[in-house]
């Protein structure tokens, strides 16, 4: 602010006029009192975190109770007047981060059962159906991959007999890989010499077939050849 008394030097058609400000006019900034309050330290496990009351009162539970200003819960307080919470840390990081924006980040060294112990223990309920719900699909996708495999048989045969056999190959058997090889013994690869035709086949456990009607008698061929190995 500019008062009368600190103009210096002014002077009738001067254009360099000196002015003085008054230091006190200019207003530092300040941290309202409400703002500083809305601030919560908590001590989860030894480790230290920093958030709001806004941002722990997004849901109903242990931890909206514990942060208001007149709290139901008590609870001891550290040096730094900190929350005490016994609980594992990294996974509290996790629920943290849902309260603070809705989503489930899981580290690679932190598992879903976790989490969901801890979401239990603090009682935030959306967080709870939300770790079921990837627990389920987890366990769903792991079934899933478990409960298909590839049958491999190795099938012995006649040189003359190679371009037949995989001709003949159906059911969904996939010829993988030929190997030839010669008599024990021979370095020499006859013309006439045997052949491995290794095939697969892609195989629900879940399912039980009935090999009387399920398999073509092309590939019960195939399947009593690969049998003499």
């Excluded at 629900?204 to 009593?224: A, F, P």
Aim: proline letters at 3%; one cysteine or more; charged letters at 30%.
């Amino acid at each position: 602010m500019l008062t009368n008394d600190k103009l210096l030097n002014q002077q009738n058609g001067d254009s360099n006029s000196v002015v003085n400000i008054d230091s006190h006019s200019i207003s530092k900034p300040t941290i309202s009192s409400n703002s500083k309050r809305d601030w919560v330290l908590l001590n989860v496990g030894g480790k230290h975190f920093m958030t709001t009351r806004s941002t722990l009162s997004k849901e109903e539970s242990f931890l909206c109770r514990l942060c208001q200003h007149e709290p139901d819960l008590k609870t001891d307080v550290d040096d730094k007047g900190a929350y005490l919470i016994d609980r594992d840390p990294n996974y509290f990081n996790v629920v943290l981060n849902y309260l603070r924006h809705g989503k489930l980040i899981l580290e690679t060294n932190l598992v879903e059962e976790g989490v969901l112990e801890e979401a239990e223990f603090y009682n935030i309920r959306p967080l709870i159906e939300l770790v079921k719900d990837k627990i389920r699909e987890r366990d769903r996708r792991k079934f899933n991959d478990c409960a298909t495999n590839r049958v491999y048989r190795v099938i012995q045969c006649q040189e003359k007999e190679v371009t037949q056999l995989m001709s003949s190959l159906s059911d969904g058997w996939k010829f993988e890989q030929l190997i030839g090889h010669s008599p024990v013994g021979s370095s020499y690869m006859y013309p006439e010499g045997e052949f491995l035709c290794i095939v697969s086949k892609q195989y629900d456990r879940g399912t039980r077939e009935d090999n009387n009607t399920c398999v073509s008698e092309r590939v019960k061929i195939l399947q009593e050849r690969g049998s003499r190995m």
